[in-house]
């Protein structure tokens, strides 16, 4: 069945098309801003002393969005699993609290440093040197995504 075109109701067949595209675009933008509205520097991991099964990851967040951002999390092919760490001190006992996420507020800055926030990196495949570079994803609340490549050092 060949359909006519009438001039005068042409347009309004993909208006709702075009306002749906319009909408889509517009959502992707935000959530892709979540991972790029981030500063990523002062990334690093700790090498570890031979035999050690556990490394430590180090980076600094800085968001420039007006709204927070939530990292829930970080994965790499070289490690089975990576956990997010907080160090506390309470009576001089040290103690390794895990976080399930880490906000970064709106125009903030967050620094996983020796001593406090840190990533936890346990058994990498192969051993990893001073030398070596890592690929990091790292998994926002929004699906959003961050990949960066981090130097070993060593301490």
């Not at 933008?29 to 556990?54: N, T």
């Not at 180090?58 to 990576?82: H, K, M, R």
């Not at 103690?95 to 709106?106: E, Y």
């Not at 406090?116 to 570079?133: F, I, K, Q, S």
Request: proline fraction near 8%.
């Amino acid at each position: 069945m060949k359909r006519e075109l009438n001039p005068a109701t042409a347009g309004r067949e993909s208006a709702p098309g075009k306002w749906m595209l319009s909408v889509c675009l517009a959502l992707w933008a935000v959530m892709a801003s979540a991972a790029d509205s981030l500063e990523i520097d002062h990334a690093w991991i700790r090498e570890a002393p031979p035999g050690a099964p556990m490394m430590a990851g180090y980076l600094c967040l800085e968001n420039n969005a007006d709204a927070p951002v939530t990292l829930v999390g970080v994965e790499s092919p070289q490690f089975e699993f990576i956990m997010m760490h907080r160090t506390e001190t309470v009576k001089g006992m040290a103690r390794m609290l895990h976080q399930d996420k880490v906000v970064i507020a709106a125009g903030k800055r967050v620094c996983f440093e020796p001593g406090g926030l840190h990533l936890m990196m346990p058994a990498p495949e192969p051993r990893l040197v001073a030398g070596d570079r890592v690929e990091l994803d790292l998994l926002f609340e929004d699906e959003s995504r961050r990949r960066i490549t981090v130097p070993v050092k060593a301490p």
